[in-house]
């Protein structure tokens, strides 16, 4: 009954199950508007809470328990969304233009609020804000367990290829897209979501808000690399969440340095990528160098981003992109607010 302690023991539950895994809302004061991290790595349920300012950095993913996932031929365990992936209607929905999908629905449910809230990854953290208010160790392991469970709903493979064809076809109804707080599958088992819509991103113009936290989003070469040319060329993407996944520090440095060239987004989240042998905050503090710098870089061009989700925990760096951060608010403020006698 006891939740693990460990970050390694969170990385082994959460890639052998497939299961998608809650974040954890225990919250370090933001940096990104200009205040110091006040030391201590992102807190795991049942350690104590630190102080939570008006805007805070999410914490690492808590582990939930999982019920016995299905295997495929080669051994390897499958998350729920290839588990509950229709063959046929996958293959049909990706022949379909926007026109033969006009009549084609599927609906998912928030997993914590079961009902069709608009960011599942913090209506999650409001969940367990809520629950650590009640008591010290946070969210109860039945709490924990009913998450996950809901997060195997039918058909949730098969929506997931529905939602990315539409973003493939650049459908003008579909301006967000949330696969928040559930297991998306790697790339090389099922090129149907995250590649193909990594590459769709590229040239879509109406997609706003890509929410991926919390999705076990695995370091993949190929797949970064299609998003940092997405953000290149992207202009309408506005809301990027890729914040407790797997991400290692190269992935990162590929994203901010397309940033340099991106136009459009205005907020960023990739904070505390779950790691098996050290915290978020240490791992950055030992190799998060090239990450601080293509960030501080990426301001020299980027007129847009006003929202940056990373901890920051060199004062130098700090500096240079909290500047660049206010610089923008600055630019983005002007143009909003009308000039006296226009």
Same mark, same amino acid.
């Given at each position: 009954?006891?939740?693990?302690?460990?970050?390694?023991?969170?990385?082994?539950?959460?890639?052998?199950?497939?299961?998608?895994?809650?974040?954890?809302?225990?919250?370090?004061? @933001?940096?990104?508007?200009?205040?110091?991290?006040?030391?201590?790595?992102?807190? *795991?349920?049942?350690?104590?809470?630190?102080?939570? @300012?008006?805007?805070?950095?999410?914490?690492?993913?808590?582990?939930?328990?999982?019920?016995?996932?299905? =295997?495929?031929?080669?051994?390897?365990?499958?998350? %729920?969304?290839?588990?509950?992936?229709?063959?046929? /209607?996958?293959?049909?929905?990706? @022949?379909?233009?926007?026109?033969?999908? +006009?009549?084609?629905?599927?609906?998912?449910?928030?997993?914590?609020?079961?009902?069709?809230?608009?960011?599942?990854?913090?209506?999650?953290?409001?969940?367990?804000?809520? +629950?650590?208010?009640?008591?010290?160790?946070?969210? !109860?392991?039945?709490?924990?367990?009913?998450?996950?469970?809901?997060?195997?709903?039918?058909?949730?493979?098969?929506?997931?290829? %529905?939602?990315?064809?539409?973003? !493939?076809?650049?459908?003008?109804?579909?301006?967000?897209?949330?696969?928040?707080?559930?297991?998306?599958?790697?790339?090389?088992? $099922?090129?149907?979501? #995250?590649?193909?819509?990594?590459?769709?991103?590229?040239?879509? @113009?109406?997609?706003?808000?890509?929410?991926?936290?919390?999705?076990?989003?695995?370091?993949?070469?190929?797949?970064?690399?299609?998003?940092?040319?997405?953000?290149?060329?992207?202009?309408?993407?506005?809301?990027?969440?890729?914040?407790?996944?797997?991400?290692?520090?190269?992935? #990162?440095?590929?994203?901010?340095?397309?940033?340099?060239?991106?136009?459009? #987004?205005? $907020?960023?989240?990739?904070?505390?990528?779950?790691?098996?042998? =050290?915290? *978020?905050?240490?791992?950055?503090?030992? =190799?998060?160098?090239?990450? !601080?710098?293509?960030?501080?870089? +990426?301001?020299?061009?980027?007129?847009?981003?006003?929202?940056?989700?990373?901890? #920051?925990?060199?004062?130098? %760096?700090?500096? /240079?992109?909290?500047?660049?951060?206010? /610089?923008?608010?600055?630019?983005?403020?002007?143009?909003?607010?009308?000039?006296?006698?226009?």
């Amino acid at each position: 009954g006891q939740l693990p302690a460990t970050a390694e023991r969170h990385q082994d539950v959460r890639r052998e199950s497939g299961a998608p895994i809650p974040c954890n809302v225990q919250q370090l004061p @933001t940096t990104t508007e200009g205040h110091q991290d006040p030391g201590g790595g992102p807190a *795991f349920a049942g350690a104590p809470i630190p102080r939570v @300012t008006r805007e805070a950095t999410v914490a690492e993913p808590e582990a939930a328990a999982p019920a016995a996932p299905a =295997q495929d031929s080669s051994g390897s365990f499958l998350c %729920w969304a290839l588990k509950t992936l229709n063959e046929g /209607q996958a293959a049909e929905i990706c @022949t379909d233009s926007l026109d033969q999908l +006009a009549g084609f629905e599927l609906r998912v449910l928030c997993p914590t609020c079961k009902g069709h809230c608009p960011d599942h990854v913090r209506c999650r953290q409001r969940a367990e804000q809520a +629950a650590f208010r009640h008591r010290a160790e946070g969210p !109860y392991p039945s709490e924990l367990k009913d998450w996950a469970d809901a997060a195997n709903q039918p058909n949730l493979g098969t929506w997931m290829v %529905w939602m990315v064809h539409r973003v !493939y076809l650049n459908d003008p109804s579909l301006e967000s897209l949330d696969f928040g707080c559930f297991h998306v599958p790697r790339g090389d088992k $099922e090129p149907r979501i #995250l590649p193909k819509l990594f590459k769709a991103l590229a040239s879509n @113009t109406h997609l706003k808000h890509l929410m991926l936290g919390n999705t076990a989003l695995e370091s993949d070469k190929v797949c970064i690399s299609h998003l940092g040319d997405a953000l290149r060329a992207n202009s309408t993407l506005e809301k990027l969440d890729l914040q407790a996944n797997f991400l290692e520090m190269c992935d #990162l440095a590929v994203i901010f340095e397309a940033l340099a060239e991106n136009t459009g #987004l205005k $907020e960023l989240k990739v904070n505390f990528q779950a790691c098996a042998k =050290q915290s *978020f905050r240490d791992l950055m503090l030992e =190799q998060g160098n090239d990450v !601080y710098k293509a960030a501080a870089a +990426a301001f020299r061009s980027n007129r847009s981003l006003v929202k940056l989700d990373l901890i #920051l925990l060199q004062r130098h %760096w700090q500096d /240079q992109i909290c500047r660049g951060l206010m /610089q923008n608010r600055q630019e983005l403020r002007k143009s909003v607010v009308p000039k006296a006698g226009g």
